[in-house]
């Protein structure tokens, strides 16, 4: 089974439509993110959190909100959507190497392709 | 201007060739250095980690950093089809949170 799970994979809305795409993952890391990537834009941070009680925004979080329930689960609502939060969306988990700080490496899950008409 | 610049390609190059992908950053406090493969449709995935500067070898896979130019590089030799990905370099801080390139789309043709 993977270590991190996406749901849904794929998914297509409309314009103003509230949208939730839920993340879980099972490798028992307290650091999770969600990210969207574009073509010709990399990965882009929206959202991370380093505890079940601590969420940051990161570089584009405008247009998103996010929920994490549990340290297993974090979730990324869109609460209007928009076309141009149409990409592909991934959440990952991290662990800090030995301990410190600094030398997180990510663990990313599939992605979920959203469209946005 | 960005913080980090990766050479945008896309790069096509014959079995068998080296290859070198390259980026440049800006902020002095980036400690860590990672390179991610991404596989079409997939999610990226961790392929080297380093922290100093120099070389790190790995199979086929060298990761060089040189600290003082602000500039780190992959190196891949007898590259394979199976190599065929887009590669992201990554920095982190002692924050914790990486700053990704745009990452550089490899094409190894048989």
């Known amino acids: 089974d993977a270590d991190v799970t996406q749901t849904p994979r794929n998914r297509i809305t409309k314009t103003g439509k509230r949208i939730m795409l839920e993340c879980s993952q099972t490798?028992?890391?307290?650091?999770m993110y969600w990210y969207r990537q574009d073509p010709g834009l990399g990965l882009r941070l929206i959202y991370y959190?380093?505890?079940?009680?601590?969420?940051n925004k990161g570089e584009i979080s405008d247009g998103y909100s996010v929920s994490r329930q549990a340290q297993a689960k974090f979730s990324l609502s869109l609460e209007s959507a928009i076309p141009n939060q149409t990409a592909l969306y991934f959440c990952?988990?991290?662990?800090?190497?030995?301990?410190?700080?600094?030398?997180?490496?990510?663990?990313f899950g599939p992605g979920t392709r959203l469209t946005v008409l | 201007q960005k913080e980090v610049e990766q050479d945008p390609g896309p790069l096509s190059v014959p079995e068998g060739a080296i290859v070198s992908l390259n980026c440049t950053y800006s902020?002095?406090?980036?400690?860590?250095f990672m390179w991610y493969r991404q596989y079409s449709r997939k999610g990226p995935e961790l392929l080297m980690y380093?922290?100093?500067?120099g070389n790190k070898e790995d199979g086929r896979f060298t990761a060089q950093v040189d600290k003082s130019s602000k500039y780190i590089s992959l190196f891949i030799r007898d590259s394979q089809p199976s190599d065929s990905a887009t590669y992201l370099c990554?920095?982190?801080?002692?924050?914790?949170?990486?700053?990704f390139g745009d990452g550089t789309t490899l094409t190894v043709k048989p």
């Open positions: 990554a920095f982190n801080t002692n924050a914790g949170k990486s700053t």
């Open positions: 490798k028992g890391h307290d650091r």
């Open positions: 380093t922290y100093s500067s």
């Open positions: 990952a988990t991290s662990e800090s190497r030995q301990g410190l700080i600094g030398t997180d490496t990510q663990y």
């Open positions: 959190s380093f505890d079940v009680k601590d969420i």
């Open positions: 902020n002095s406090a980036f400690q860590y």
